[in-house]
């Protein structure tokens, strides 16, 4: 898990408070009881009793259901966590009202600090942060597994700061991303990337490209013989199409990745000896990530091309 250094840690505390979402220690409890129990009745916020319960009447009937801390012992090591628990009422009412109301009285409009700052964005970010268990449970494409219900939206990602890559968080839930693609909108990504170049957060742990890219290719592979379910006549000659791209794909990638690995390997090590090596090897590379390419393609364009009417 990645860690932050305490005043990262306290800030986010703090400022956690104006959200009033509870406590970090009841917040990432409910967190972790949801990936663990996923669309069952032990989920918290489980859509599997409704959008409307998911998104906000589970905060009414989470009084009845029994909410413990043990799953969530390793926090309870750090002071700060426990601290902002045990007050964390007056720190949510001070970061959430006080301090929109007071910074807007500096400008004489404490009023209007209070019920736009203070009142209207609280209902927008609660809002947002219940659309991920709603929406992005409801709505979007299981790019890498339809085990659970989680989806992946961009339009959601772009509302709550790349959560809406639900999905990909769900399938790989210890990666600091949401987004795992540089152009994927995740700005929370970005502040955590920022903060471990700093030295400010480190054990950042990132799945490798190789897993995301198999896990997707499988999901593709899953669609595409449904879709091809229907015309039976032409599926076992499709389905050897099908599993002889994915072969091709697969290798390719395998093959573009060791030499990868092992280019930036040699790359470190920086002794002339090696340089020729290093020079064949960033020759093969560059055609692997071409064979690569070229499967890829080949890929989407068998995945993409229309069912011939039977
Ligand atoms: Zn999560
Ligand atoms: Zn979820």
């Known amino acids: 898990m990645a860690i932050s250094s305490w005043p990262v840690r306290l800030v986010l505390l703090l400022l956690g408070g104006a959200t009033f979402e509870a406590s970090a220690r009841w917040w990432c409890s409910e967190h972790r009881y949801h990936h663990r129990y996923v669309d069952t009745n032990r989920d918290p916020y489980g859509i599997n009793k409704g959008f409307w319960y998911a998104h906000i009447g589970w905060l009414i009937a989470r009084r009845d259901r029994e909410i413990g801390f043990e799953n969530v012992k390793d926090l309870d090591k750090d002071p700060l966590i426990l601290w902002q628990h045990r007050y964390y009422l007056p720190l949510a009412i001070l970061f959430c009202f006080g301090l929109p109301t007071g910074i807007a009285a500096l400008w004489g409009d404490p009023w209007g600090g209070l019920v736009v700052a203070g009142f209207a964005r609280l209902v927008c970010v609660q809002h947002f942060t219940w659309c991920i268990n709603s929406v992005a449970h409801t709505f ?16 959601m990602a ?68 449904e ?39 040699l790359k470190r090590t920086g002794l002339q000896s090696i340089a020729d090596r290093v020079n064949e090897l960033r020759r093969e590379m560059h055609q692997a990530r071409r064979e690569f390419r070229r499967a890829i393609s080949t890929w989407k364009l068998l995945i993409r091309q229309p069912l011939p009417v039977m």
């Open 140 to 155: 979007g494409r299981q790019t890498y597994s339809d085990r659970h219900s989680a989806k992946d939206s961009g339009l």
């Open 227 to 265: 879709r091809l379910a229907v015309h039976t006549a032409a599926l076992p000659m499709a389905a050897e199409v099908i599993d002889h791209a994915l072969a091709h794909l697969q290798s390719a990638a395998s093959r573009w990745m060791a030499l990868k690995a092992e280019y930036a390997q």
């Open 158 to 225: 772009f509302f709550t700061y790349g959560e809406g890559y639900h999905n990909f968080h769900h399938e790989f839930p210890s990666d600091y991303r949401n987004g795992h693609r540089w152009y994927h909108w995740d700005p929370a990504k970005w502040l955590i990337r920022c903060l471990a170049f700093l030295r400010l957060s480190r054990g950042l742990r990132q799945t490798e490209r190789e897993k995301i890219l198999q896990a997707r290719l499988l999901m593709e592979r899953k669609r595409m013989t």
